[in-house]
């Protein structure tokens, strides 16, 4: 039972070291999501994971979060196919490496308001990061693998959860 103890344990403490690796990013820290501050400079000392969260925090209504490519970015120009996340509280799980870029569409919030940014996430490994894929791949397959990731953390605390009740009985 000893033995079944400890790798209980280590299973344990294995999920816990997963959920406090993922870091969560509120975006412009106490400014929030907001007009005329350097979003990119403050993406610039940051490593950013998959696995990671970005939180978007404003007055709903105010402004709003797209994620687009690298085109668009550079022209503050969102297709309009790409549905806006408006809530206030938004919260993107970063799902895949290689670079990101993020704008609001509200107005000229972009062009004059400075709100965009971009990032490059990194694998979740501790591995030396691989180049940037030039590659600009919209967004539809990203729901999918965001939810995976999530339905990952799920399975991974039901098993923490359930070790413990073990542990408990053992
Ligand atoms: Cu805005």
């Known amino acids: 039972m000893a033995s079944l103890r400890a790798f209980l ?21 106490a400014k929030g999501w907001s007009l005329n501050f350097n979003y990119q400079a403050w993406a610039e000392g940051k490593e950013f994971h998959v696995g990671d969260k970005l939180v978007f925090k404003y007055a709903q209504g105010a402004h709003n979060v797209l994620r687009v490519d690298g085109t668009a970015f ?3 120009a969102a297709p309009a196919t790409i549905q806006p996340l408006t809530t206030g509280n938004d919260v993107i799980t970063l799902a895949t490496p290689g670079p990101k870029w993020y704008l609001c569409g509200v107005g000229k919030h972009c062009e004059s308001g400075n709100m965009k940014f971009s990032i490059t996430v ?5 591995s030396p990061a691989s180049p940037p894929s030039d590659s600009l791949v919209p967004s539809p397959n990203l729901p999918s693998a965001a939810s995976s990731i999530v339905l990952s953390e799920y399975y991974a605390l039901m098993i923490g959860v359930f070790g413990i009740v073990l542990l408990i009985m053992v």
């Open 74 to 76: 550079q022209q503050c």
């Open 122 to 126: 990194l694998p979740q490994v501790e």
């Open 9 to 29: 344990t280590v299973a344990i403490v294995a999920v816990s070291v997963h959920a406090i690796l993922a870091t969560e990013y509120v975006v412009g820290d």
